[in-house]
């Protein structure tokens, strides 16, 4: 059974970065695209950006253009989503899911960026 | 940024109640790559429909999807329990962007 398993909670401070991954197991990885969506507390779903591994090339939602990088690396199926310039307001669940509509998603990753 | 409205906000409703829930785009959905997802609390979201109308794989039936260009609408025919929960579209046909979301919740 395919799955996407995020990395754990991560608690930053402003100014710094993070990087998510999310490995997929159990299926096939690089002909999918990989989409990175968050979602801050009480708040709706927002589209990051996506990448499809074997094309290697990231699209980003115009928001993050410059502030968000996303790579894929199809050695060990794993995504990755880098954010930059952390402000408080990016605290939220990060989550990394498959296709433009996703069918299959990780378990979610909280990133709490405080001082 | 194709700009997702759903309407209502909350909708309150028994279970076995039929529940009407619509999403308007600001411009045109083309190729109607809209979906919808269902939303419970502490869990992520789970695909119900895509290209507007196909039910994702187990989905049961007393979901559907309708709409085209503009204009998209999530049916549940009758509600049940587990109904109770955030509904949000999607499109993707332009990069992508979610709806504000419509909550079910028990009357």
């Known amino acids: 059974q395919v799955q996407l398993v995020q990395s754990g909670p991560e608690v930053k401070k402003p100014g710094s970065s993070v990087k998510v991954s999310c490995k997929a197991s159990?299926?096939?990885?690089?002909?999918?695209?990989i989409t990175w969506l968050r979602q801050a507390p009480g708040q709706g779903l927002e589209w990051m950006g996506g990448?499809?591994?074997?094309?290697?090339?990231?699209d980003y939602a115009q928001k993050f253009q410059g502030r968000v990088t996303i790579t894929a690396d199809e050695s060990t199926s794993t995504a990755y989503m880098e954010l930059r310039s952390l402000r408080s307001e990016d605290t939220a669940v990060y989550y990394c899911?498959?296709?433009?509509?996703?069918?299959?998603w990780g378990q979610g990753t909280l990133v709490t960026v405080s001082s | 940024e194709i700009v997702l409205t759903q309407s209502p906000g909350t909708l309150s409703l028994s279970p076995g109640e039929r529940a009407t829930l619509s999403c308007r785009a600001g411009?045109?959905?083309?190729?109607?790559?809209l979906a919808w997802y269902q939303q419970k609390p502490g869990q992520a979201p789970r695909l119900l429909i895509y290209?507007?109308?196909s039910r994702f794989t187990g989905i049961p039936d007393r979901f559907s999807g309708s709409g085209s260009g503009t204009d998209f609408t999530l049916t549940i025919s009758r509600l049940e329990p587990e109904d109770f929960a955030v509904y949000y579209c999607?499109?993707?046909?332009?990069?992508?962007?979610f709806g504000q979301g419509t909550k079910v919740e028990i009357k």
């Open positions: 899911a498959r296709g433009y509509s996703h069918n299959l």
């Open positions: 159990g299926g096939t990885f690089n002909i999918y695209a």
């Open positions: 990448i499809i591994p074997v094309f290697g090339t990231a």
């Open positions: 411009q045109n959905v083309s190729s109607n790559y």
């Open positions: 290209g507007a109308s």
């Open positions: 999607q499109q993707y046909s332009s990069g992508s962007s």
